[in-house]
């Protein structure tokens, strides 16, 4: 018999199932034990499921607390702009979608990359005489979070490691661990609006640092960096030759007294991945649309980096073809008073939140300088019957039905992190519940007596 034979096995009519076997060198394969395995059913999750872990996840989920069934519920712990109704988006981003959806062009594959004319606008839209950029430095993704993954996937083998802010957004350190790459935290500092400690930052890079996440303006902190902090982070980075991921999904939402500075248009050696999306400029973060702009004007990441990620973008075959489709209109027509409205609700609501919580004794907000968040100190000796901020926000919950996270889910102890996009009215009964809530709990401290009687 020829070395290579496909039997096929047939009793009268066709079976249900061909019983194919293959004839390797005279020798029939018929199924059955394979040597070595075990044929008891034993199915398990794969290590990198086991290794994802969301720290809010893991802390909310697991708070056995009702809220007050005579308090209406007040979430201030909820990311997404549009919960409340009162941050609608424009109506031209509305109808954009609606075009693209009756046009009928939109309705299959893009590539997975995204459509060349979707990334053309998105370089046109960002690009500057200072970080000049074309359709092929762009990448579209399933919203920032696939860019940020993307990014780490690309730059990060396991067993390397990447530095992450210190109070960061959580999903960080999920998306690397469950890469096995190791979460190194550096750390901001609240008495200087959340500035980087660049000394602790330099400290912690050694030969297997295989990135740096700067995050501006900042989710939790809702903080701003100024030119020349920027520029010494750059120059750390330079220093020590690791490239920067650059999450600058809240980029240009800052406030009135604040400028935005892209970190690319600073620097001209450092190889940058910038992570953006429609999410939260827009006001639509359901619909999915981000992308990675490749910084790269030294050519330091050169074809390799490119084409990873170009690999990468194939696991999904790219984000939402309808949301491509509209991606135009949407740059192009959404208004600037759109733009305008948007942070100025938010300034204002970040200015009545501040200003309320900072005269409640106890607890010590930072001033926000943008995005959509505000975080805010608790004096632990103060409040001794809580254990920690966990404990804190629970019995808020419970005795206020107010909703905070508690910065433990940011890396942070101590502090609560709160959302400033809820409508005003429920903003101010907000403070007013936290200020009750903590004129019920707080303690002088031992020793300072005099100071509690002022």
């Not at 712990?77 to 109704?85: A, R, Y």
């Not at 083998?157 to 790459?181: C, D, K």
């Not at 996440?213 to 330079?238: D, E, T, W, Y």
């Not at 006001?283 to 030294?298: A, C, M, T, Y």
Request: charged fraction near 20%.
């Amino acid at each position: 018999m020829d070395p290579y034979v496909i039997q096929m096995s047939s009793k009268g009519n066709l079976p249900s199932i061909l019983d194919v076997h293959v004839n390797v060198g005279g020798k029939s394969s018929v199924p059955g034990k394979m040597k070595g395995r075990n044929t008891r059913w034993s199915v398990r999750p794969s290590d990198m499921a086991n290794k994802t872990f969301n720290p809010i996840r893991a802390i909310v989920d697991n708070m056995e607390v009702k809220p007050n069934p005579n308090k209406t519920m007040i979430s201030l712990s909820i990311g997404d702009p549009t919960v409340f109704g009162n941050l609608p988006t424009d109506p031209e981003v509305t109808q954009a979608m609606k075009d693209a959806l009756d046009s009928g062009k939109y309705n299959g594959y893009a590539p997975s990359i995204g459509f060349l004319s979707s990334r053309e606008e998105i370089a046109s839209y960002y690009h500057c005489p200072e970080a000049p950029l074309e359709a092929k430095d762009v990448i579209l993704t399933s919203g920032c979070s696939q860019a940020i993954e993307m990014c780490l996937a690309v730059l990060a083998n396991p067993g390397q490691n990447i530095l992450v802010p210190r109070p960061g957004f959580s999903l960080y350190r999920t998306l690397a661990e469950s890469m096995g790459i190791e979460v190194k935290l550096y750390n901001l500092l609240p008495e200087k609006s959340w500035e980087i400690d660049l000394k602790q930052l330099e400290s912690l890079i050694d030969e297997k640092t295989a990135c740096l996440i700067v995050n501006n303006p900042s989710n939790p902190c809702g903080s701003v960096f100024s030119k020349r902090h920027l520029q010494k982070i750059l120059a750390v980075a330079a220093r020590q030759c690791v490239p920067i991921l650059a999450d600058e999904i809240y980029g240009d939402m800052v406030f009135s007294d604040c400028k935005y500075e892209p970190l690319a248009t600073l620097s001209t050696d450092v190889p940058i991945l910038s992570c953006g999306g429609l999410a939260k400029r827009w006001l639509v973060p359901g619909w999915r649309l981000g992308w990675i702009l490749i910084h790269d004007r030294r050519d330091i990441f050169g074809n390799e980096i490119r084409d990873g990620l170009a690999k990468l973008s194939q696991r999904i075959l790219g984000p939402c073809t309808i949301v491509q489709g509209a991606l135009k209109s949407i740059l192009r027509r959404t208004p600037e008073e759109f733009y305008h409205n948007t942070l100025s609700f938010l300034k204002s609501s970040a200015d009545l939140c501040f200003g309320a919580l900072a005269a409640i004794p106890g607890l010590r907000p930072v001033r926000p300088s943008g995005a959509m968040y505000l975080m805010v100190g608790i004096e632990m000796e103060h409040f001794p019957e809580f254990e920690n901020d966990v404990e804190f926000t629970e019995r808020l919950v419970a005795e206020q039905s107010v909703h905070c996270l508690p910065a433990t889910c940011f890396e942070y102890p101590n502090f609560i992190r709160v959302v400033i996009t809820v409508p005003e009215v429920m903003m101010l009964e907000a403070c007013s519940r936290i200020q009750e809530f903590c004129e019920q709990h707080y303690h002088c401290a031992e020793g300072s007596q005099e100071e509690c009687d002022k």
